[in-house]
């Protein structure tokens, strides 16, 4: 979720702006703050969407969140770092296979993993090697069997066409460049009838040069956050219907967290 550390932080930056990176170097960027959370003796301000000040540590916000993370070690939600709960209310079914984009240190895999059981599989696909290091070495230390953890882009997902009942996602699609790319690579994995729950950063009013301009507030699941509507219409033109706002939740003056329900039709 958004740091709002970050505009304090922007304030005293001079790096590059966002508008004059090329993707690639935007992705890099990412690449590197969330290495760094993976690696951190503990999650996560300054370089991710944590807002620690405000929101509390990561494993009191999953709890606040309505996770239920009994039993789960600090190192998974000592570094849960989304910004809502895209499982909450959602029908997973026994027996699914589920694809976590942008999985981080895998808290929503091994929620997941529980709801679809052993005949069921959940999938986390994550571009940072040391986020996935670190969620495979969760799955190992809670003896898991149905997860799997891939590196991989959201922008070309390492999963066949059509294999999946389920994708679900936090606060991650605003740290992809290409979104409309991202969502149609979603819409291609499902099956037809498949379901899609995102939670992720919308902006609400126009942010400051300096803060759009900032790769700490895009790293950070601030500047790279679009309005809602061209957020959701995003979704739509990638083929989804059924798109739904589920809850919205104010994070800063100019950033919310939203939870969003889509649908792939059959035909
Ligand atoms: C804010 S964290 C959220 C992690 C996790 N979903 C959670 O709730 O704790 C964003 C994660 O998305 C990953 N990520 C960002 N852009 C990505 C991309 N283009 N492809 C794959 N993973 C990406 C980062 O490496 C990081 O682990």
């Known amino acids: 979720m958004p740091n709002m550390r970050v505009h304090r932080v922007v304030a005293r930056s001079r790096s590059k702006g966002v508008s004059e990176m090329p ?3 935007i992705k890099g960027a990412v690449r590197k703050a969330y290495a760094k959370v993976a690696t951190a003796q503990r999650c996560c301000c300054n370089t991710s969407c944590c807002d620690e000040p405000r929101m509390g540590k990561s ?27 895209p499982l909450y209310l959602s029908d997973i079914r026994e027996g699914e296979t589920v694809l976590d984009l942008g999985s981080g240190a ?3 895999v091994f929620m997941a993993a ?3 059981g052993a005949e069921g599989r959940v999938i986390g696909v994550d571009m940072t090697p ?14 898991v069997k149905n997860v799997e953890f891939r590196l991989g882009d959201l922008e070309d997902v390492p999963i066949d066409d059509g294999s999946v009942d389920v994708v679900i996602s936090n606060c991650v699609m605003n740290l992809v460049p290409d979104k409309q790319k991202a969502f149609r690579e979603a819409y291609r994995v499902l099956r037809p009838g498949g379901r899609m729950f995102v939670s992720d950063t919308v902006l609400e009013g126009a942010l400051s040069k300096r803060v759009r301009e900032s790769i700490k507030a895009y790293t950070g699941c601030v500047s790279g956050a679009m309005e809602e509507g061209p957020y959701l219409q995003t979704i739509r033109d990638a083929g989804f219907a059924d798109v739904k706002v589920m809850g919205r939740s104010k994070l800063s003056r100019h950033v919310a967290s939203v939870k969003i329900n889509a649908l792939k039709p059959t035909k």
Do not use: H, W
């Not at 239920?68 to 809502?84: A, E, I, N, Q, Y």
């Not at 040391?130 to 003896?143: T, V």
């Open 106 to 108: 895998g808290l929503d």
């Open 130 to 143: 040391e986020m996935i290091e670190k969620a495979k070495a969760n799955a190992q230390k809670l003896g």
């Open 59 to 85: 494993a009191d916000r999953a709890k606040r969140y309505g996770y239920d993370t009994k039993g789960l070690p600090k190192s998974v939600t000592g570094f849960f770092d989304g910004c809502g709960n």
């Open 114 to 116: 529980k709801r679809v």
């Open 23 to 25: 993707p690639e170097e």
